[in-house]
């Protein structure tokens, strides 16, 4: 089984709309991360957890919301979904100093 | 505030060919310097990691190493192989200013023909 896994794998929906997507790890790591990614920008932090009381802001956390229900669940919510929302997103676990653990990713589109 | 930039891809070469991919970074602390693989349809993959100066990371025939006086951390292979067709992703994370959060490049997309 995989040690971190996403649902859905891919998502359409419509603008304004809200949309959760969710992210479970099986690796006992404390810290959890949300990213997404665009065609030629790499991946951006929206999101960053440390533990279940500890959530921070990335770089682009504007339009998003998360939620660490439990050390092993870490959500991200779009309270409004809009077209440029459309990406790619990955969430990803760490326990350092070793290295992040990604997810197999999210494909949103919002139309 | 912490960044890396990559060569501009797209990257094409032929089978046996060899893979520079470059990367410089900007970092106020001591960072660890990362590079990371991403397959067709799937999450991104540790490819291998340098904690240090002059350090080298090494795994599956890449190799890079950790070069402090050039902020650089280039990945290369000597002989690449059509399954080495991927998204390369450098990154680091500077524990000191940032935690354990990752600052990525853009990302340099391979193909290797046969």
């Known amino acids: 089984d995989a040690d971190v896994t996403q649902t859905p794998r891919n998502r359409i929906t419509k603008t304004g709309k809200r949309i959760m997507l969710e992210c479970s790890q099986t690796?006992?790591?404390?810290?959890m991360y949300w990213y997404r990614q665009d065609p030629g920008l790499g991946l951006q932090l929206i999101y960053y957890?440390?533990?279940?009381?500890?959530?921070n802001k990335g770089e682009i956390s504007d339009g998003y919301s998360v939620s660490r229900q439990a050390q092993a669940k870490f959500s991200l919510s779009l309270e409004s979904a809009i077209p440029n929302q459309t990406a790619l997103y990955f969430c990803?676990?760490?326990?350092?100093?070793?290295?992040?653990?990604f997810g197999p990713g999210t494909r949103l589109t919002v139309t | 505030g912490n960044s890396v930039t990559q060569m501009e891809g797209p990257v094409t070469l032929s089978e046996e060919a060899f893979l520079t991919i470059n990367c410089t970074y900007t970092?106020?602390?001591?960072?660890?310097l990362f590079w990371y693989v991403q397959y067709p349809g799937e999450g991104l993959q540790l490819l291998l990691k340098?904690?240090?100066?002059?350090d080298k990371g090494s795994n599956k025939g890449f190799e890079a190493t950790y070069r402090k006086e050039t902020t650089s951390f280039h990945l290369e292979k000597g002989s690449v192989q059509v399954s080495d067709s991927a998204v390369y992703f450098c990154?680091?994370?500077?524990?000191?200013?940032?935690?354990?959060?990752?600052?990525f490049g853009e990302g340099t997309q391979l193909t290797v023909n046969p």
């Open positions: 990803a676990t760490s326990e350092p100093p070793r290295e992040q653990y």
């Open positions: 690796k006992g790591h404390d810290r």
């Open positions: 957890s440390f533990d279940v009381k500890d959530i």
């Open positions: 970092a106020t602390g001591y960072p660890s």
């Open positions: 340098a904690t240090k100066a002059d």
């Open positions: 990154a680091l994370s500077d524990q000191e200013t940032s935690g354990s959060r990752l600052t």
